[in-house]
T-cell receptor
């Protein structure tokens, strides 16, 4: 069990560019979550997958955002036409069948849009 | 809808003294309550959870939390603070449904001084 891995750790991009982040969950976990955390705030829910199915998306997830989890393993979060307001820490978490009991977060990807 | 309030942006305590970080919640149904800690530029690290059972929950690194249903509170406590406990602490709640997504408070910065 190597924990939840996120890549890259940091990303600086120019406004208008597309970016993609990757999350590798704990291998036996079937649930995967994406959260966004801005400075001075707690993490906010973006979306979650159960296996390969994306079951819920927050209203925070505009049409510029898309998340996938092919084959129910790793997940990617893509942001198209980035804006300065997208600058944040993007956190991934995974959980098992008993996700009621909490889940494990990765170290996050910090995005800076300049 | 579910929500969490952490009324204190910052808590200062001397090393060796007891500490309390406050949290109140609002949720429909039975709450699932969590505390996470975040160190600079890192993801969230799980401390403890309340699902059911004893109101006093013990977690990692000597932390504990007391669930109080009548006051809808879940305050984090430690009998003797360490300088290394200095970090950002988040309280979170879910109601067990809706994919178990967590709603976080805005966080409380704990500063333990010598």
């Amino acid at each position: 069990d190597t924990g939840v891995s996120q890549n890259p750790r940091h990303k600086i991009t120019k406004r208008g560019q597309n970016v993609t982040f990757r999350c590798d969950p704990i291998s036996e976990h079937n649930r995967l979550y994406w959260y966004r955390q801005t400075l001075g705030q707690g993490p906010e829910f973006l979306t979650y997958f159960q296996n390969e199915a994306q079951l819920e998306k927050s209203r925070l997830l505009s049409d510029r955002f898309s998340a996938e989890r092919p084959k129910g393993s790793f997940s990617t979060l893509e942001i198209q036409r980035t804006e300065q307001g997208d600058s944040a820490m993007y956190l991934c978490a995974s959980g098992g069948r008993d996700a009621n009991y909490g889940y494990t977060f990765g170290s996050g990807t910090r995005l800076t849009v300049v | 809808a579910q929500s969490v309030a952490q009324p204190e942006d910052q808590v200062n305590v001397a090393e060796g003294n007891p500490l309390t970080v406050k949290c109140t919640y609002s949720v429909s149904g039975n709450p699932y309550l969590f505390w996470y800690v975040q160190y600079p530029n890192r993801g969230l690290q799980f401390l403890l959870k309340y699902i059911t059972g004893d109101n006093l929950v013990k977690g990692s690194y000597g932390f504990e939390a007391e669930f109080n249903k009548s006051q809808t509170s879940f305050h984090l406590k430690k009998p003797s603070a360490l300088v290394s406990d200095s970090a950002l602490y988040f309280c979170a709640v879910s109601w067990g449904g809706g994919g178990n997504k967590l709603t976080f408070g805005t966080g409380t910065q704990l500063k333990v001084e010598l």
